[in-house]
């Protein structure tokens, strides 16, 4: 059984710096390509980051990529997500997904992973 917990979440103030950490328990993990998403009350779960199988490639979201670093280490079956300079609109509950994947390409759309971790809540203060 696939496992995915994250950790990290907490209330900031505008303009620090959080990271975020998932690790992988009941699945191969190098076998997975890893994406973090995030939800905003009222809003549409969306597309943070995402990193390939072997971590050769990662993208993110429109807007993200100058402030957020995502990474792996298969070694340690965790997936780390790097946010610098947050701001209030970065409030969400952020989520860890895996689908099992070694295309270089990533998707980005939520129904292409199967397997979630339970959330973490980020608050952003202004």
């Known amino acids: 059984q696939v496992q995915l917990v994250e950790s990290g979440g907490r209330s900031v103030q505008t303009g620090d710096s959080l990271k975020l950490s998932c690790v992988a328990s009941?699945?191969?993990?190098?076998?997975?390509?890893l994406a973090w998403f995030r939800q905003a009350p009222g809003r549409d779960r969306e597309f943070v980051a995402g990193?390939?199988?072997?971590?050769?490639?990662?993208t993110y979201g429109d807007a993200l990529k100058d402030r957020f670093t995502m990474w792996r280490d298969n070694a340690k079956n965790a997936v780390s997500l790097e946010m610098i300079r947050l701001k209030p609109e970065d409030t969400a509950v952020y989520y860890c997904?895996?689908?099992?994947?070694?295309?270089?390409?990533?998707?980005?759309?939520?129904?292409?992973?199967?397997?979630w971790g339970q959330g973490t809540q980020v608050t952003v203060s202004s």
């Open positions: 990193v390939t199988s072997f971590g050769s490639r990662t």
């Open positions: 009941g699945l191969t993990f190098s076998a997975y390509a």
């Open positions: 997904a895996a689908r099992v994947s070694d295309s270089a390409r990533i998707a980005e759309a939520t129904s292409a992973y199967d397997n």
